[in-house]
């Protein structure tokens, strides 16, 4: 954690009055404590006074007591200056934008006020070790090729006298096999129901109570830190702090119970007109618009009417924030509150106007689009039929729970984790199920244009419908021309709102049960190419030691005197290169499963977290293959799939592009090869001269 977001806490109840450094969420927690110490202390002060004055006869008291109270007020009015002293977290008012949209220009922050107590414990984040010891030793299950290279040391805490000593009753340390199974089912209980499990899913509104009280030590690793900021305010969102109108949040909580009326020809036409005219301007609108008032005395709606009417209907309502000019970070989350890009350094704001204006015009340079996940699910179902073909998913899953076995593995619906978490009642009959996905576009082929958007797939959609354009719902558009060095800044207020909806639910209105039932949205795959998904799952990409996309435990061999690894099963012929000499892979002995992988993934984060330098960050991140957490372990993981498992393959990419491309070159001895290689040995160079062409002419006439 930066300098510059780091917490101080002294307060009596938390801290035993003892200067911590905390992190953003414990140090709003302690708020209250700090708030009752100062009162307290200013009631005893005057109650002292008040004492004293009026005692006649009365010993005086002891030196011991006076210095008591005294330093239990200078430890109380320490902490009420801390209290005092740190920076308090705003969410300016949005205002709309000249288009309708909705602009924040100060984006989604962690709400100051706490919620009352949980009813269960969110995920913790990786507990930190000692700064000045060394970190556990790298988690390896029996049998890895890969010998591990730490040593490992139990963490010690220190009490506020400098001794060592561990309190009487710790909370289980967080990916810890004893934190990761005090939710199983203990062996020989009777199983509850599917509908009873259903029914008794407890809330995520008021999920503090059980939370651990463990302190964690800041990470030396900035990444580490931005990231973990993150993750902290997304397990503390709600929607009073989702920058939306009032009136928007007023009907995530209160839906419309009636479907959309269509009745008025003037509005159907107007919704025409506009989408006819989607890449025309405002002005060709008002034209039309003229036109019919003039030659038909019909009345169209307005642009800014038609548009508020289409937003309604649809639920797709664009966020406005802003972003820096080079695409570097969104100024979002940490980055909130700053007027420059932290990396690149350019201002946020334009300086021509802000200093025109003496700092009253605060004009951004760019700005990106998020679309609230929320309004486009309570839209879906206000439709009849929409509301009958979200229930699909739900009846295929209950007739394979019910029947016990798979005849034919035909959708996502047949997969063990999947099929787990609706067992376990994480998935309800109201719930939705969520396919995430980010790509970059060009928008233009003659120019620079590049853009990352990023959309969600109902899987509650038949396959034959959840892929096509008018169910694919719109998440975010992040302008380029250049790459986002910093994409959790951007997905941030998208899974801001997300992470607010499982935690309170959303309320729709069902237009095929005509009831009001209550979504608690499961987000169950996190799709990209493979240079996006190094950035989303915060590990190595493909070109690590490990870099599988399903973080398997077999890591790659490299050249002699080369950095990148492959992902090479068989050990070659007369190779003999250290950390990469382990035997031959068999791709079927890969027994797994994904709470194996989730514990050994956590338990391996908690080492490269632990880092005490950049030398030791990077060892670490090569024998774990981890960089960073993910921002979608901010997400509860009773609404979502476990981490690594939710990361899926690319299998478009593997099979379609790259592998084709790949064996084409080989096939037909194109490809790229090392110069004291020779490809007239290449014995599978096959497709060559006259047999290419004809292979070209043999499909050409298929």
Request: with cysteine.
């Amino acid at each position: 954690m930066s300098r510059r977001s780091q917490f101080l806490c002294s307060c009596m109840e938390g801290c035993k009055g003892i200067e911590t450094v905390v992190s953003r969420s414990v140090w709003e927690r302690h708020a209250q404590y700090r708030k009752q110490e100062i009162a307290a202390s200013f009631s005893h002060f005057l109650a002292g006074r008040s004492a004293t004055s009026s005692a006649t006869g009365a010993g005086a008291p002891s030196s011991s007591q006076t210095a008591a109270s005294k330093r239990h007020r200078e430890a109380s009015d320490a902490s009420g200056a801390s209290a005092g002293k740190q920076r308090r977290v705003q969410v300016n008012d949005s205002e709309d934008s000249d288009d309708g949209s909705v602009r924040a220009n100060a984006n989604v922050q962690p709400s100051t006020e706490r919620t009352p107590s949980p009813d269960i414990a969110p995920d913790p984040l990786p507990d930190a070790s000692r700064l000045d010891s060394p970190p556990p030793a790298l988690a390896r299950d029996a049998g890895s090729p890969v010998d591990t290279a730490l040593p490992r040391q139990a963490p010690v805490e220190e009490d506020g006298t400098g001794a060592h000593s561990r309190p009487s009753s710790p909370a289980p340390d967080p990916g810890s096999f004893s934190d990761l199974e005090e939710d199983e089912d203990e062996p020989g209980t009777e199983e509850p129901s599917l509908e009873e499990r259903e029914a008794g899913r407890p809330s995520l509104l008021h999920r503090d109570a059980q939370e651990p009280t463990v302190e964690t030590v800041p990470s030396r690793i900035e990444d580490f830190n931005i990231t973990e900021e993150f993750i902290s305010a997304l397990r503390d969102a709600s929607l009073d702090n989702d920058p939306l109108p009032a009136d928007v949040l007023d009907r995530l909580r209160h839906p419309p119970q009636q479907p959309p009326d269509f009745s008025d020809p003037a509005l159907r036409l107007s919704i025409k007109i506009h989408l006819a005219l989607t890449n025309g301007s405002q002005e060709s609108y008002n034209l039309v618009r003229e036109a019919l008032h003039d030659e038909l005395q019909f009345d169209l709606l307005s642009f800014s009417q038609v548009k508020s009417q289409i937003a309604e209907l649809s639920g797709v309502i664009p966020i406005v924030q802003h972003m820096c000019v080079n695409t570097c970070v969104a100024f979002t989350g940490p980055f909130a509150d700053r007027d420059t890009c932290p990396i690149c350094q350019e201002p946020r704001y334009d300086q021509h106007k802000l200093h025109t204006s003496r700092g009253r015009v605060k004009s951004p340079r760019q700005v990106f689009h998020t679309m609230p996940l929320g309004p486009q699910l309570q839209a879906r179902r206000r439709h009849p039929e929409m509301a009958e073909k979200m229930q699909y998913r739900d009846q295929c899953m209950r007739e394979i729970l019910a029947s016990g076995c798979i005849d034919i593995y035909d959708d996502l619906y047949c997969g063990t984790d999947l099929l787990d978490a609706m067992r376990k009642g994480q998935i309800a009959s109201s719930d939705s199920v969520l396919f995430f996905s980010i790509d970059g576009a060009q928008l233009y082929q003659s120019k620079a244009s590049d853009c990352w958007i990023y959309i969600w797939i109902l899987l509650d959609l038949a396959p034959d419908v959840r892929y096509k354009k008018p169910h694919v719902l719109p998440g975010g558009i992040i302008p380029g021309p250049n790459k986002p060095k910093n994409l959790d800044s951007f997905l941030f207020p998208g899974l801001h709102h997300l992470a607010a909806l499982q935690r309170e639910g959303l309320q729709v209105w069902d237009a095929a049960k005509l009831e009001i039932v209550t979504d608690h949205p499961f987000l169950d795959l996190i799709g990209a190419d493979t240079p996006g998904m190094a950035a989303l799952d915060g590990m190595v990409g493909p070109q690590g030691r490990l870099g599988c996309r399903f973080y398997c435990d077999y890591p790659g061999r490299r050249k002699h005197g080369g950095s990148q690894y492959y992902p090479a099963c068989l050990k070659p012929l007369y190779y003999d290169i250290p950390g990469c000499n382990h035997a031959d892979v068999v791709l079927h002995d890969f027994t797994e499963t994904s709470e194996d992988k989730n514990r050994r993934y956590l338990r391996n984060l908690q080492v490269v977290r632990s880092s005490r330098n950049q030398a030791e960050f990077r060892r670490n991140r090569l024998e774990t293959g981890i960089c960073k957490p993910t921002i979608f372990s901010g997400l509860h993981s009773s609404h979502r799939l476990h981490i690594p498992a939710c990361f899926p393959p690319d299998l478009m990419h593997l099979a379609s592009l790259n592998l084709t491309d790949l064996l084409l070159g080989l096939w037909r001895g194109v490809i790229d090869c090392d110069p004291d290689d020779d490809k007239s040995t290449w014995d599978w160079m096959v497709l060559r001269r006259e047999v290419w062409i004809n292979h070209g002419k043999a499909v050409g006439a298929a």
